[in-house]
């Protein structure tokens, strides 16, 4: 399975971004999904996550409300959309697929993408 995410880039503190996580070579549709960062020197944390069908979420208290996770099946494609961005959001963004439902414990992903970083300035 490959995930590509796309979207990050440099922004200024109150800003929106939407950043995006293309999915190939397996059944997007039955895979909880999930976001999470690593900020430099930071271990890497939950963002949020969705289940298969896109009718239930789950966020970090540091984002609930600021962000919202969402998916297309039909287009293999999992978004996240940040709003109301803080210094403290900096950091590398990564989606991750997993058969097991709402998970928020990075190790019980198993595909990960490559990251995009997410930068922004105060």
């Known amino acids: 399975v490959q995930l590509v995410e796309s979207g990050g880039r440099l922004v200024q503190a109150g800003d929106s971004l939407n950043v995006s996580c293309a999915a190939s070579?397996?059944?997007?549709?039955?895979?909880?999904m999930g976001w999470f960062r690593q900020a430099p020197g930071k271990e890497r944390e939950f963002v949020a996550t969705?289940?298969?069908?896109?009718?239930?979420?789950y966020y970090a208290d540091s984002v609930k409300g600021r962000f919202t996770i969402s998916r297309n099946n039909a287009k293999s494609t999992v978004y996240l959309q940040m709003s109301n961005l803080k210094p403290e959001d900096t950091a590398v963004y990564y989606c991750?697929?997993?058969?097991?439902?709402?998970?928020?414990?990075?190790?019980?992903?198993?595909?990960w993408g490559q990251g995009t970083q997410v930068t922004v300035s105060s």
């Open positions: 070579g397996r059944s997007f549709d039955a895979d909880t």
């Open positions: 969705i289940n298969w069908i896109g009718t239930n979420t």
């Open positions: 991750a697929a997993t058969a097991s439902y709402m998970e928020t414990s990075r190790e019980r992903y198993n595909y």
